[in-house]
């Protein structure tokens, strides 16, 4: 049987290396050595948010996993 392909691998924490800017809003800047939520809409193109931001962008992500998968049945 084939391996399942994580679609969301590349939904992780990171620790900054430099400055980056949080993709949520300008305003928000995240400084190199802070923990952020990354991930790749497009392979290679990541997109940074800040911690204040990742609960509701995640929490988001998973309303929409379950709607999708509730329409499974
Ligand atoms: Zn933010």
Do not use: W
Request: aromatic share 6%.
């Amino acid at each position: 049987m084939a391996t399942t392909r994580n679609i969301l691998s590349s939904f992780r924490y990171e620790v900054a290396k430099a400055a980056r800017t949080c993709d949520v809003s300008s305003k928000h800047k995240i400084v190199a050595g802070e923990k952020h939520f990354a991930y790749e809409p497009v392979p290679g193109q990541r997109k940074n948010i800040c911690m204040a931001c990742a609960p509701a962008i995640i929490k988001k992500a998973q309303d929409h996993l379950a709607k999708i998968a509730s329409e499974l049945s």
